[in-house]
């Protein structure tokens, strides 16, 4: 069922209750899996403060081997294929919280393979501070230089980065900042026989005029608190973006997609990122996830392969 058929149908039924007794409605909300009164419903801010929550601890002090793969993509027979060779990156991650209740983040991501690109990096800073912006430094090796973008900022400089080419972005992997946010739980449905609650999230004037979205729906499992389904959308409400969470595990408490696939619906490209391992509860040197991770090999690799050694 699409989405307007889904919110079509979910109209239907509350004219239908309309003329029936509160008691009567309440029954067949449960029955029928359609949400009750709007009332009843929970508050879509308090739900989406619980998911980055767990998003976020669940890159506490964890390191990653992760493959990217990116292609042009079509629809052969209902269903979505690479139509080219994919472009295949290995990285290893690592990410620690930081901060006041530990809300800030920093991550480092190293390519591994190809060795074409091998030492490539990303470095970012992530506040919670919604007065201080996010800072990602790229680190390209064929200039042997390091590129700094302020996420947040006014010039095109500092637009949202890809990641390796991929068809991720330094925005789409942002938590926290909530108050830049409006939220709105539009209903109550099931995708992938799964409930779940879907949520409108729609930047305030001074985010907007950063962000490429407009707005984004989120289709949110309502036991997990992980998405299922992210679709984002342009300045024009044409839907640019769709991501598709799949491999759900749960570690340590916390759920978490060891596949995540972002689909650009107006350029026809794909990114998957496939989570090969990971391991939680690592320690990590602050001093570790600075610029100097990116230039200074040897100071990288004595770091890693202190990681490498817990992971074992």
Request: aromatic content about 8%; charged content about 25%.
């Amino acid at each position: 069922m699409s989405n307007t058929q889904a919110i079509t149908a979910s109209k239907s039924f509350r004219l239908i209750g309309l003329v029936c007794s509160l008691a009567l409605f309440s029954s067949l909300s449960l029955l029928m899996g359609q949400p009750a009164q709007a009332s009843e419903l929970p508050d879509a801010r308090a739900i989406m403060e619980k998911v980055d929550a767990q998003q976020q601890q669940s890159n506490d002090n964890s390191f990653s081997r992760l493959r990217l793969s990116s292609c042009r993509f079509g629809v052969q027979q209902g269903q979505v294929r690479c139509i080219e060779n994919p472009s295949v990156r290995v990285l290893e991650g690592v990410s620690m919280n930081l901060g006041d209740n530990n809300k800030d983040n920093r991550s480092l991501l190293i390519v591994l393979e190809p060795s074409s690109e091998r030492g490539l990096g990303m470095l970012s800073y992530s506040y919670d501070d919604p007065n201080r912006d996010n800072e990602t430094w790229l680190y390209l090796s064929a200039l042997n230089t390091v590129r700094r973008i302020a996420s947040g900022g006014q010039s095109s400089d500092n637009e949202p980065v890809a990641l390796f080419g991929s068809e991720f972005t330094t925005e789409d992997q942002e938590t926290g900042k909530l108050d830049d946010y409006d939220f709105a739980l539009l209903e109550s449905t099931s995708i992938q026989g799964r409930e779940v609650w879907l949520i409108e999230t729609t930047p305030r004037a001074e985010r907007a005029r950063t962000s490429r979205y407009s707005r984004t729906l989120s289709w949110i499992d309502q036991e997990r608190l992980v998405p299922l389904r992210v679709s984002t959308f342009d300045r024009q409400n044409q839907e640019y973006k769709r991501f598709l969470f799949s491999q759900f595990e749960e570690q340590q408490g916390l759920w978490r997609a060891r596949s995540v696939t972002a689909m650009n619906l107006q350029t026809s490209r794909l990114s998957s990122m496939q989570t090969e391992a990971v391991q939680f509860g690592v320690s990590i040197e602050p001093e570790f996830l600075t610029q100097r991770a990116l230039t200074d090999q040897s100071f990288r690799e004595r770091h890693l392969n202190q990681l490498r050694a817990q992971s074992r």
